[in-house]
């Protein structure tokens, strides 16, 4: 059983960052592809950006724009996400995932093993 624990949300103004965190359990977190999911008012949980287990790879939906940076330190368990240039629009509850596959490219919610409790980020215009 793995556990994830995102940190790192807050209330942020247009145009600002933030860097979330998904501090693992598992010692062998290398084991497992990861991903971040959002999910906003009242919308589906969305998929935002995919690792590979080594953190060789990365995959990122249509909408990050170039905004979004996922990465990884195996050593310390922990994946993060970069968001930069924030907007209203990615008000949202932020979720870290992990799955028990190479494949990292994975979009569907029942394609991960393990959640976390999520991160809220609210941007404010």
């Known amino acids: 059983q793995v556990q994830l624990v995102e940190s790192g949300g807050g209330l942020v103004q247009a145009g600002g960052s933030l860097r979330l965190s998904c501090a693992a359990s598992e010692r062998t977190l290398s084991s497992y592809a990861m991903g971040w999911f959002r999910q906003a008012p009242g919308k589906e949980r969305e998929f935002v950006a995919g690792?590979?287990?080594?953190?060789?790879?990365?995959y990122y939906a249509d909408f990050v724009k170039g905004r979004f940076t996922m990465s990884r330190d195996n050593a310390k368990n922990t994946v993060y996400l970069q968001i930069n240039s924030l907007n209203p629009e990615d008000t949202a509850i932020y979720y870290c995932?992990?799955?028990?596959?190479?494949?990292?490219?994975?979009?569907?919610?029942?394609?991960?093993?393990?959640w976390g409790q999520g991160t809220q980020v609210t941007v404010s215009s």
């Open positions: 995932a992990a799955r028990l596959s190479a494949a990292f490219t994975m979009v569907h919610t029942t394609g991960y093993n393990y």
């Open positions: 690792i590979s287990r080594s953190s060789g790879s990365t």
